[in-house]
């Protein structure tokens, strides 16, 4: 029996187990790829080494290739590039002070050289050590400097001689360019995860999940409709982007063009769009408090203001899901400024509706909460005027394309860009810029749009 | 003259450079300690393979000795002794692992063995490398993952025979055991850097920051007093301390007990208030909006509610301050909850003001913000009551001292604690348990008291 319930827990827990380990390959199929490219490059350069091992004695060499596949190879190419960059470079200007520094240690008699190096040694990895608290070399070259100390650490006390240390040195930076190589190749060419990309798409994603909390918020608040509560809860993801929004951007430094971006693409601007996307999702997560507060009839104060206030929210939530989508296919965004001005006139219409309501005829501790709602919203306003602001000056620095210069054919796909329509990602296959999304325009008349993978989740 | 501009601009960067660098050293030095710490175990390391290498021909160990160093040592305890554990386990299953298929491959003849053995590389490689997404082996183990694979693939490619391969794994061990110890070992006796310490005292600073705010709002808001503006900024750095917080909470799991803290803290709990500050920084982040709006002379409906007001904020500040002292300590929050209550009451208030106030005397436009901000106020004790209970519940796992278990004595120096006074650190020396600290209660009696490092800066 108790045989019977042991071998029953161990059964429900390999399973849960198992059940667990699809669920992560299948939130992000890129997971397995990037496991499998890994394993064929540290495969690749294994076997290569243990087939020559036979011919000619290279040795270690192998062991330094594999360290560096091992330490270098990372989910995106840009944190790869990042690291064989570092990695070579550490090792060469490392390698170079290593030899000077021994030479001069060897001026001196075989008493002193250790005594010599030894004081060389703690210098120099404490300087080292030390710069890696410097913020902008803690953020691109952190694990070149530990490299550096790594490297001239092996190198200043080898023992060798200044002729061997050379031969030593270019042995060692043969093993790591090609190893470093392989991996860079490797990652850009077989199913590549893009670090800008990756973060383009966060951004995207984040306008989307508060345009989809901020559409649906009027009608939750007065129990319109029953609307989709996970739909409204996505935002509290956005709260939290700040860490991946920063390590995507310093990858992305690092890459070369790639689809629709090139080459110092002006990352530094998806930041900023990122910090009042944040701000926005903080009003949100308060006015969300409201909506949790809310679970009786609306109160008749609430219903003299309903109107306006379904109006802000839902212009705003159009503002967001335009500007989203203005990003999403990088065009200039033409009509967001629109929803805004709708927006701010729907405000006015709420204080004309103030001016003549008597406010002695409502109860004032019932109104406290909708007024705070409300004076939330119009703080949101300003957030949402600060992305619009943001991407637009992306969408020039990034030379986005402009709605009217798009061909007449193109322009006409296009047009559903001024009514406030919705996207749906039909297929979702590897090939780049072959993606088929049909878009729903507001007369429901489904139409084709070439686009790159936008729907990808984010690591 | 080009000449002479270009040399001013040089020497401009090169003084600002090390006018960056002193900063980076005087905000926390124990940056300058851990680099002279990392400097030391690395000189030591080396040297002793150094001088050995004359004498026995260690060769390649020192090289490993060093590497252990660099990659294993780390800013905190807990982050040194997580990876020295890591890397020490995940070398020992690698090297079995290795083994056991370079034998099974042997069985083999020498054609077929690299097909095998690169079968198997891949495979096992993918496994491990996909493993690393698993969230909570992506938390504890991720670099004992990537030692894993390391190790695995090293032993199974020297093309080395068993007899050879165990002898070359048990010198490898030796010597990464060798090279951990030494890291940890300098990393808890030299003024060693405790990664659960420094979470404990960025909560405890993080709710200080909240309460200096609120204190300070009351007096803002109604330009009673030019608060001081930095310390009503202060609160921003919370926003942002999840990452922080949550990897020092990984890597103080891993440490042994150290002063107050024993082995097994309940660090989870932190995690918990940590949310709960979060949130309740983000209502104050909203709540400073309405600061900074208001640049005239309060309303008449302002004015109406200003004593309610104040007292709400100030005794907020005085909960989360009481909350706050009671961590530091380490001591039964007993008064916290008499400030919430004041707060209630002052809620009471604030409801009773309004009904005997006919709204319909002033302007509802112009009373819409200061509403707003006194429900923001009314949910911000929502989020501290939150914050009261968790410290509550972390002082009873954590064995917190009661305030009236303390004897005599010290419970007369402990009465400060249900007077809302202020704590000073007066010296900040570098030996534990010995910082004195003058609390100011509120007659003005300087006391002193014996504290563990409090004021520390958080990295």
Known sequence: ????????????????????????????????????????????????????????????AGIWAILTVVLVFEFSVGATLSKSLNRGFATLVAGVLG????????????????????????????????????????????????????????????????????????????????????????SIFVCPV???????????????????????????????????????????SVLNSKGTEESLANFAWWEIGHGRFRFRHPWKKYIEIGVYTRQCASHVEALNGYLKAKDEAPSEFQNIIKEPCIKMSSELGKALNELGLSM?????????????????NAVDELKTTLKVTMIAECDILEAIPVIAATSILVEIIKCVEAISEAIKELSKQAHFKNPTDITPDKAEEHNFLNCGSHLKVAGAGEDEESIIVSVLSDDKIPQELDLGKSKREIN
Chains 1, 2 share one sequence.
């Not at 790829?33 to 540290?42: E, G, N, P, Q």
Request: aromatic share 12%; net charge positive; proline share 2%.
């Open 328 to 344: 999403k296919l990088m065009i200039y965004p033409s009509s967001s400024t629109l929803h805004i001005e709708n927006c701010k």
């Open 1 to 60: 029996m108790v045989m019977k319930n042991a071998s029953s827990t161990i059964k429900h827990a390999i399973v849960d187990f198992a059940i667990n380990i699809k669920n992560i390959g299948v939130a992000d199929p890129r997971r397995i790829t990037h496991s499998l490219k890994v394993a064929l490059a540290i495969t690749m350069v294994s076997m290569i080494y243990f087939l020559q091992l036979f011919y000619n004695n290279m040795g270690d």
């Open 194 to 236: 893009w670090a800008g990309e990756d973060l383009h798409n966060l951004i995207v994603n984040n306008l989307e999940k508060l345009a989809s909390f901020l559409e649906g918020f009027g009608d939750e608040y007065y129990r319109i409709s029953n609307g989709n509560k996970s739909c409204i809860a996505a935002y509290k």
């Open 99 to 186: 030899v000077a520094v021994d030479s001069f240690a060897s001026i001196f008699g075989s008493t002193s050289r250790p005594v010599i190096l030894g004081f060389f040694l703690f210098l120099i990895v404490a300087l080292a050590t030390f710069t890696r608290f410097v913020p902008n070399i803690k953020k691109r070259y952190d694990y070149g400097a530990l490299i550096f100390i790594l490297t001239f650490a092996m190198v200043s006390v080898s023992g060798y001689r200044v002729d061997k240390i050379i031969k030593f040195a270019h042995q060692r930076l043969t093993t790591i360019l090609f190893a470093a190589t392989t991996c860079v190749l490797i």
